[in-house]
């Protein structure tokens, strides 16, 4: 199970979902977690230990305020984002880790509206509640000015893979050739891993390759005849499949 499936299947559990939203204010007893969300402490306990064993949540015995044996109180662990977007001719599903480091570390890949903030706390253990609230604010409005924007480039991808679609639909007759064009179309800026497609589809190794070829070199002569555009080279040569449309439309891509 890849991390992203495993993330997933944990937060598909309401009470999970609920544990940690308690859990990433401030640790917890599992009875406090039981009184909150209203289920048994065992319940709790279950899924304290799945969400443990995923190094979701840690735990550290702590005194008791009562006098009596040590309890186990527990906190979140791991930091992710999870992102999906999903219409017709879209699908992203997608993990992503979150960086590490203080704010001046982090200052050098943050939005120019942030870098004050970083800035300010950067170096100090603690800030005021005011300052807290004032800071959040901003990072907030910076966040829902990065997801509209986000949304936007999300709803124009969709439209130019539904029109491209449409080509593909037309221009290649199998299945298989489909499945692989649209595999360049998810991944315009790297090799196309052949394996994973030889899997996806049930071929042998060879046959996916000649698949690729015969599909690679048919794209070559369709934009060559379309732009004029001229890739001269040994036909070994291995080329991301973008390097097709030539010097122009590559975006300057690394």
Excluded at 223 to 250: C, F, H, Q, Y
């Amino acid at each position: 199970m890849s991390n992203i499936d495993e993330a997933l299947d944990l937060l598909q559990n309401k009470v999970r979902r609920l544990i940690m939203e308690r859990l990433v204010r401030e640790p917890h007893y599992p009875m406090q977690l039981a009184q909150q969300i209203d289920v048994s402490q065992q319940a709790i306990m279950k899924h304290l230990n799945i969400l443990e064993k995923a190094d979701f949540v840690s735990k550290k015995k702590v005194a008791s305020d009562a006098g009596g044996p040590p309890k186990n109180i527990y906190m979140v662990e791991k930091s992710i984002s999870i992102r999906i977007d999903l219409g017709p001719d879209l699908f992203r599903c997608e993990e992503r880790k979150l960086p590490k480091g203080g704010p001046m570390r982090l200052s050098s890949r943050l939005p120019s509206a942030s870098t004050p903030v970083a800035e300010a706390i950067s170096g100090r253990k603690k800030i005021s509640f005011q300052e807290g609230f004032e800071y959040l604010s901003q990072i907030n409005e910076t966040l829902d000015e990065l997801d509209e924007k986000r949304d936007a480039l999300i709803a124009l991808h969709q439209v130019v893979k539904n029109k491209i679609s449409t080509a593909v639909d037309s221009n290649f007759e199998t299945y298989e050739e489909r499945t692989l064009v649209h595999n360049m179309l998810d991944s315009p800026r790297t090799h196309i891993n052949l394996k994973q497609i030889s899997e996806e589809l049930r071929l042998g190794a060879s046959a996916t390759e000649q698949l690729m070829e015969e599909i690679r070199l048919r794209l070559l002569r369709e934009i060559g005849e379309k732009s004029g555009t001229v890739i001269s080279g040994p036909s070994d040569t291995r080329l991301p499949w973008w390097a097709m449309l030539g010097p122009d439309r590559n975006f300057n891509r690394r």
